[in-house]
Every structure is written in C-alpha cells, then in structure tokens.
C-alpha cells in the first residue's frame, strides 16, 4: 500500500465508526454503522456476525463502501472488495479492541466473521478550507478521480467561471478545472454553451 492510502486507511480507524453500504439479494441498498477494527498494510478489517444479513451481503457479493465523517467537517469514503479471512483475525480484533470481550464475552467471539477490505479507491474531502480540498487515493486497485474536466471545444467565454462557487476554474485554452479543489456541483458543464465540459467518471 503507497504512503497516501495508508494515510487515509489509518484515518477510517482513527475515526473507526463508518457507514457501511452493501446490495441486498433483491438490489436494494442497505446501510449500517461498523467499526474499522484493524489498519493495516494490506487493507482495512471489519467483523460481522454470521447471522447478520451484512454477513450474507458480503459473501455474496464480495462488495463494500464506507463513509465517515472525521473531526473538523473532514470526511471520508471508500468504495472495494472485500474477503472472508482466517478466524485467526478475530481474535486479533479483540486484541485489538479489548472493548468487543464486553459485548461478546468468552468463546461467543466466535459468532464473527472477519472480513478484509483488501482493494478499493476513495476519497478525502475538506470542507472547512476555501477552496474545498479533496484528494482522492487507492490500494491494489487504480484512482478514480471523479469530478468534470474541459475539453479542447471548450471557445474560452468564462461562462463556467463565473458560476463556479469555489473559483476554481482558471483561464486558458481550453479553460481548466483545478480538481482538488472542485465541489463537483456541475454549475460548469450547465453553464457551458458549448457543451465542452464533461463529467470524468459517473
């Protein structure tokens, strides 16, 4: 794992309560509230009980996403794959997170299930700064930065710099959208009588 994603997995276990996304076995997206129990090189673990439809949207699908909101308006999601490991790791999150022994005393640990979140791309958002800050990041997978870009039609009229709310569009040719620093919001490419402002990923 590169030094930037390791920064952010070890901030989804410093803020450690996230919002975890998974499909149902009808489509339907389901949400919860987890713990990241365990940072690591390789990935980010979370536990689960086998009764627990989490346990049965996770092994059949094998897909995850997470969100978290960390101290000073700062948040944080991640969207990856997801295995079963070793019962082994249970007993790490224990070790781990001595305060799970209160909720599942003795050998009633073994009612869990750990999962590794071994691949996935995300995204760190500021929005407390002006401009906003945002940085996106990987691991074992490729970054998937998202946002709009400006393309070579674009006739330089500034039309989506004067909407831009964060004035992160600067002139040229064509115009550019400072990335790291975009809402995402779309006022551009509306604003655009050209139609030469595209969204880079859906």
């Known amino acids: 794992m590169n030094q930037k994603a390791r920064k952010y997995v070890d901030l989804f276990r410093q803020v450690k309560i996230a919002s975890a996304a998974t499909v149902d076995e009808k489509g339907y997206p389901q949400s919860r509230i987890i713990n990241v129990m365990i940072a690591a090189d390789e990935g980010m673990y ?39 490991v070793d019962q082994k790791w249970v007993d790490r999150v224990f070790e781990e997170n001595p305060g ?25 958002f500021d929005l407390l700064s002006y401009p906003i800050n945002r940085e996106s990041f990987a691991y074992n997978a490729k970054e998937e930065p998202a946002g709009f870009e400006i393309m070579e039609t674009c006739i330089g009229c500034g039309a989506c710099l004067s909407v831009c709310p964060q004035g992160c569009i600067k002139e040229g040719q064509p115009y550019e959208i400072a990335k790291n620093h975009c809402l995402q919001c779309g006022a551009c490419q509306e604003a655009c009588p050209e139609e030469a402002i595209r969204r880079i990923h859906p």
């Open 46 to 84: 979370i536990v689960t009980s086998r009764g627990k439809p989490f346990y049965k949207q996770l092994i059949q699908t094998g897909r995850i996403a997470l969100s978290a909101m960390c101290p000073d308006c700062q948040s944080l999601k991640f969207t990856g794959k997801v295995k079963r």
């Open 100 to 124: 799970m022994n209160e909720v599942y005393p003795g050998k009633t640990r073994y009612a869990l299930e750990a999962f590794l979140i071994y691949e996935g791309s995300g995204e760190w």
